[in-house]
């Protein structure tokens, strides 16, 4: 295991690339333990193209990412199949299975990866269902509940495994204020109350602003990263105009 110190995520002269384009270039930042860091930009940033890389799923053109002190492509893939177990994602639209019910959407992670007795995932289900605030729905299937209801669904989904790592993909899009600030609310939760550190791409400023310790931005023009810093001081003393644009929607001229 890395130091307690050491960071989470650690992110080295990363370049994001598909071919000949290149999304993203020189990527440096650390996300330290029990911290919420979000990641905001414009539409065609590359914000979820970098959460692609953080997750495994796209391979760097350049640079190094690191989780929990490992680097990620230096490891053999069942090293690195353990290492991403680590982690939880919270997708976009949830990806809740619609054929299952919430208790099996749960289950799932922990049937596929763990040699837990079925009495055992129950209970664990239970549990996580719980912490989101949906005792009671375990034999509800998704279409049956609301939309911010299913967003806690799949929030217990990716807890499932105890995660070290959290990734959300835009958890507020779809849902109206109320049930976007309780989603807030619960992220900060189970923040506090697990440790887990989490990692957010947002183009929600209210939850930006809610949730964040600090925050990244991907600037679309100049292809790299031009601030981080807690949100609130970024907004405070911008670092270039696209920053205060973004922070404030101004509709001034970047």
């Given at each position: 295991?890395?130091?307690?110190?050491?960071?989470?995520?650690?992110?080295?002269?990363?370049?994001?690339?598909?071919?000949?384009?290149?999304?993203?270039?020189?990527?440096?930042?650390?996300?330290?333990?029990g911290?919420?860091?979000?990641?905001?930009?414009?539409?065609?940033s590359?914000?979820?193209?970098?959460?692609?890389?953080?997750?495994?799923?796209?391979?760097?053109t350049?640079?190094?990412?690191?989780?929990?002190g490992?680097?990620?492509?230096?490891?053999?893939?069942?090293?690195?199949?353990?290492?991403l177990?680590?982690?939880g994602?919270?997708?976009?639209?949830?990806?809740?299975w619609?054929?299952?019910?919430?208790a099996?959407?749960?289950?799932?992670?922990?049937q596929?990866?763990?040699?837990?007795?079925?009495?055992?995932i129950?209970?664990?289900?239970?549990?996580?269902?719980?912490?989101?605030?949906?005792?009671?729905?375990e034999?509800?299937?998704?279409?049956?509940?609301?939309?911010?209801?299913?967003?806690?669904?799949?929030?217990?989904?990716?807890?499932?495994?105890?995660?070290?790592?959290?990734?959300?993909?835009?958890?507020?899009?779809?849902?109206?204020?109320?049930?976007?600030?309780?989603?807030?609310?619960?992220?900060?939760?189970?923040?506090?109350?697990?440790?887990?550190?989490?990692?957010?791409?947002?183009?929600?400023?209210?939850?930006?602003?809610?949730?964040?310790?600090r925050?990244?931005?991907?600037?679309?023009?100049?292809?790299?990263?031009?601030?981080?810093?807690?949100?609130?001081?970024?907004r405070?003393?911008?670092?270039?105009?696209?920053?205060?644009?973004?922070?404030?929607?101004?509709?001034?001229?970047?």
């Amino acid at each position: 295991m890395p130091a307690s110190d050491s960071p989470a995520i650690s992110v080295e002269d990363l370049t994001l690339a598909f071919g000949s384009f290149v999304v993203m270039r020189d990527l440096t930042f650390d996300v330290e333990p029990g911290e919420i860091f979000a990641i905001m930009g414009g539409s065609g940033s590359g914000k979820s193209t970098l959460l692609k890389h953080l997750l495994g799923l796209l391979r760097p053109t350049q640079g190094t990412i690191q989780l929990e002190g490992r680097r990620l492509w230096a490891m053999d893939e069942a090293e690195r199949t353990a290492q991403l177990r680590r982690t939880g994602v919270l997708y976009q639209k949830g990806a809740l299975w619609s054929s299952m019910t919430l208790a099996e959407n749960v289950a799932l992670p922990l049937q596929e990866h763990t040699d837990l007795s079925p009495s055992e995932i129950d209970r664990i289900v239970s549990l996580k269902l719980a912490l989101v605030g949906l005792r009671g729905f375990e034999s509800f299937r998704p279409h049956e509940i609301s939309g911010g209801m299913r967003k806690r669904a799949a929030l217990a989904r990716a807890i499932a495994l105890d995660p070290s790592i959290l990734f959300f993909d835009e958890p507020t899009s779809g849902l109206d204020p109320v049930s976007a600030r309780r989603l807030d609310d619960l992220i900060l939760q189970l923040r506090d109350s697990l440790g887990t550190t989490v990692v957010v791409v947002s183009h929600d400023l209210e939850s930006i602003f809610t949730i964040a310790d600090r925050a990244l931005y991907l600037d679309i023009e100049t292809r790299t990263m031009t601030a981080l810093g807690p949100p609130e001081a970024l907004r405070e003393a911008p670092p270039n105009p696209r920053v205060h644009q973004f922070l404030t929607r101004s509709l001034e001229a970047a």
